[in-house]
């Protein structure tokens, strides 16, 4: 089974401050691809950045980059520049044939 | 391009009563997945629709059934309702075209939030 964990339910970070988030999974798959979603009180849950498990480079999206450590199944997610609209829940997901997901991380972008 | 949507956007139903909640998925997708996302909790993986048979099943008992139509619209049904079954219902529609190991983007609707009392 895929497991996904966050371990920091909130956050907080000043805007156009630099904020990690933190997430570490368990698979026992070797073909499998990682996922950060932005889900605002709208609900609508909304891709921020992917990652192929083959790939060994970090994906990076514009002000969102990950770290991706394979070996200790780490992907954590940075965000640059931090604005007032990343205010949101954010969850890690892992897929191979299906999604699962973390438990999510409350970021808060204070002004 | 029109979005993923889904119907009603809340509900309200009590114990042991029966519901159907509904998505239309994105045009030309032809894959829909349903999520339950209690409070304060990440979505689980209820169920995969894929030509309008079921491909995939996370931990749900058998009273959460689906459909899917010929349009690769979906409905997901549970019923005997429990006080737990209250959640937000997500659903995200894709379009598979390869192994099914591989991952085609899904793009997730707005939900609908299903009280139980």
């Known amino acids: 089974a895929q497991t996904v964990t966050q371990s920091q339910p909130e956050m907080s970070v000043q805007e156009a401050e630099t904020v990690t988030l933190s997430c570490t999974y368990d698979?026992?798959?070797?073909?499998?691809?990682l996922f950060w979603y932005k889900q605002p009180p709208s609900r609508q849950m909304i891709l921020v950045i992917r990652q192929e498990a083959y790939k060994q480079q970090n994906a990076t999206e514009n002000r969102f980059s990950v770290n991706f450590q394979k070996a200790a199944k780490s992907f954590s997610l940075k965000i640059s520049d931090s604005q007032l609209g990343d205010t949101a829940m954010y969850f890690c997901a892992i897929y191979n044939n299906d999604m699962r997901f973390g438990a999510g991380t409350r970021l808060t972008v204070k002004p | 391009e029109t979005g993923v949507t889904q119907s009603p956007t809340h509900l309200i139903k009590t114990r042991g009563q029966q519901v159907t909640l509904r998505c239309s998925s994105q045009s030309g997708h032809n894959t829909v997945s349903w999520y339950q996302q209690a409070l304060g909790q990440g979505p689980q993986f209820i169920f995969q629709?894929?030509?309008?048979?079921?491909?995939g099943r996370g931990n749900f008992p058998p009273r959460f059934s689906g459909l899917q139509f010929p349009n690769y619209s979906s409905e997901l049904n549970v019923n005997a309702l429990e006080l737990d079954d209250s959640a937000l219902y997500l659903c995200?529609?894709?379009?598979?075209?390869?192994?099914?190991?591989?991952?085609?983007?899904?793009?997730f609707g707005p939900g609908t939030r299903l009280t139980v009392l």
């Open positions: 995200a529609s894709s379009l598979w075209t390869s192994g099914r190991s591989s991952y085609n983007e899904q793009f």
């Open positions: 629709y894929y030509r309008e048979e079921e491909n």
């Open positions: 698979t026992s798959e070797n073909n499998y691809y």
